[in-house]
C-alpha cells in the first residue's frame, strides 16, 4: 500500500474553529471595540477579504467566537453536571477545563475575562453564559463561602495561565497532569461551601 506524502489539509470547519479561537483569544485581551478584522488576519495569516467571505462583520466574527466558546463551555458542563460526589465532580471538571484550555488557548483566554466584573458591554451575554456556567460546574451561587469562591476563582486563574505557558518548557502530555495537580492543589479539597470566611 503506497501512502500520500502530501499533509492533510484542514477541512473548512476546522478553519473556522482555529480562526475563531484566535478571534476569541484577541477579543478576550483586547476587548471588542479594540479588535478589527485586519487584526484577526494578521493573527491567523489570512487575509481580511478571506476572513469575509466567512464572517461578513466585524460582530458576526465576535459573536461566533463568543458562541463557539459558550458550545465548548457547554460541552464540559454536560459531561461533569450528572456527578453528584462533589470531589468527583471537581476533579472531572478540572481535568475537561485543562484539557479545553490546551486546545483551545482563545477559550482559556476568554474564560478568564468572564470572571466579574465584565467591563465590555459588548461582551457581556456571552461572558456572563461562560461564568454562570462555570460557575455551575463548581456549584458556586451567592451562598457559596468567599473561601470556596476564592479557591475556584484561584484554580481558574492557574489553570489559564499554566495552559497558555506550558508550550515553551513542555509538551501537552506532559504539561497536562502536572495543570490538573496544581488546579486540584489550588481547590484544597475544599467543595461545597466550605469554612466561612
Known amino acids: 500500500m503506497i501512502l500520500s506524502s502530501r499533509p492533510v489539509r484542514p477541512t473548512h470547519a476546522e478553519i473556522d474553529e482555529a480562526v475563531l479561537d484566535t478571534a476569541a483569544s484577541l477579543v478576550a485581551r483586547r476587548g471588542a471595540r479594540e479588535t478589527s478584522i485586519q487584526a484577526v488576519a494578521d493573527a491567523t495569516g489570512f487575509s481580511k477579504t478571506g476572513l469575509l467571505r466567512r464572517f461578513p462583520s466585524k460582530d458576526a466574527l465576535i459573536d461566533a467566537a463568543l458562541d463557539q466558546c459558550v458550545r465548548l463551555t457547554e460541552s464540559v458542563h454536560a459531561e461533569v453536571t450528572g456527578l453528584d460526589d462533589d470531589r468527583a465532580r471537581d476533579a472531572a471538571t478540572i481535568a475537561a477545563l485543562v484539557e479545553l484550555a490546551l486546545r483551545h488557548p482563545g477559550w482559556a483566554r476568554v474564560v478568564l475575562a468572564s470572571?466579574?466584573?465584565?467591563?465590555?458591554?459588548?461582551?457581556?451575554?456571552?461572558?456572563?453564559?461562560?461564568?454562570?456556567?462555570?460557575?455551575?460546574?463548581?456549584?458556586?451561587?451567592?451562598?457559596?463561602?468567599?473561601?470556596?469562591?476564592?479557591?475556584?476563582?484561584?484554580?481558574?486563574?492557574?489553570?489559564?495561565?499554566?495552559?497558555?505557558?506550558?508550550?515553551?518548557?513542555?509538551?501537552?502530555?506532559?504539561?497536562?497532569?502536572?495543570?490538573?495537580?496544581?488546579?486540584?492543589?489550588?481547590l484544597g479539597g475544599i467543595v461545597g461551601d466550605g469554612p466561612s470566611t
Open 115 to 186: 470572571l466579574p466584573p465584565i467591563e465590555d458591554e459588548r461582551l457581556l451575554a456571552g461572558l456572563a453564559r461562560i461564568g454562570a456556567l462555570v460557575s455551575d460546574m463548581f456549584r458556586i451561587d451567592e451562598a457559596s463561602s468567599l473561601h470556596r469562591r476564592a479557591r475556584v476563582t484561584g484554580a481558574l486563574g492557574v489553570l489559564v495561565t499554566l495552559a497558555l505557558t506550558y508550550q515553551d518548557q513542555t509538551t501537552a502530555e506532559v504539561a497536562r497532569p502536572l495543570i490538573v495537580d496544581v488546579c486540584l492543589t489550588t
